[in-house]
T-cell receptor
Framework: AQKVTQAQTEISVVEKEDVTLDCVYE???????LFWYKQPPSGELVFLIR????DEQNEISGRYSWNFQKSTSSFNFTITASQVVDSAVYFC???????????WGAGTKLIIKP | ETGVTQTPRHLVMGMTNKKSLKCEQH?????MYWYKQSAKKPLELMFV???????ENNSVPSRFSPECPNSSHLFLHLHTLQPEDSALYLC?????????????FGPGTRLTVT
């Protein structure tokens, strides 16, 4: 089976706290691509990051960081010092190498309280 | 205009109406997509076009009819819709249609079928 699981339906934290959004994927392909997207209340999905299966280096972009671990089939996303503007639904997605379709997780709604 | 634009942003239609959604991308991409996003459901891919040729049709009912006259424009023609078709319809584009490229989304059309 090929799928993406975002077990956290909703997370609520107070501003300035760090928060980690979990993403677990399943695929038998050795080549695949992982993505994170953000969907703010305005509705437009915004691309955040793409990772291919051969690049396990962690990525940091400002307050955002991603931890890719093939051993646990996880691609987790951490926001450091969260801000109210980070409130959104975050989606993790997978493209297996054998299939051109993007497989989406159900999304995690992140609420940052002031 | 930049990025991906969609019109209208909101649409209310009766079940016997015919309407069209429009999407335009200004990114020079080769692939365009229609997605449906319903409350509490994963993002559903409806159609994929690569160089204006349809490459995917995910068992979408015939009351949804896509049209892609060129790589920059995508339409979704709607007729005889059902109330369960009420959703956010998102258009996206990417450089490649293989799922390996990140997708850029428009703001969506919020459709209500009465």
């Amino acid at each position: 089976a090929q799928k993406v699981t975002q077990a956290q339906t909703e997370i609520s934290v107070v501003e300035k706290e760090d928060v980690t959004l979990d993403c677990v994927y399943e695929t038998r392909d050795t080549t695949y691509y992982l993505f994170w997207y953000k969907q703010p209340p305005s509705g437009e999905l915004v691309f955040l990051i793409r990772r291919n299966s051969f690049d396990e280096q962690n990525e940091i972009s400002g307050r955002y960081s991603w931890n890719f671990q093939k051993s646990t089939s996880s691609f987790n996303f951490t926001i450091t010092a969260s801000q109210v503007v980070d409130s959104a639904v975050y989606f993790c997605a997978l493209t297996p190498g054998s299939n051109y379709q993007l497989i989406w997780g159900a999304g995690t709604k992140l609420i940052i309280k002031p | 205009e930049t990025g991906v634009t969609q019109t209208p942003r909101h649409l209310v239609m009766g079940m016997t109406n015919k309407k069209s959604l429009k999407c335009e991308q200004h990114l020079g991409h080769n692939a365009m997509y229609w997605y449906k996003q319903s409350a509490k459901k994963p993002l559903e891919l409806m159609f994929v076009y690569n160089f204006k040729e349809q490459t995917e049709n995910n068992s979408v009912p015939s009351r949804f009819s896509p049209e892609c006259p060129n790589s920059s424009h995508l339409f979704l023609h709607l007729h005889t819709l059902q109330p369960e078709d009420s959703a956010l319809y998102l258009c996206a584009s990417s450089q490649l249609w293989t799922g390996r490229s990140e997708q850029y989304f428009g703001p969506g059309t919020r459709l209500t079928v009465t």
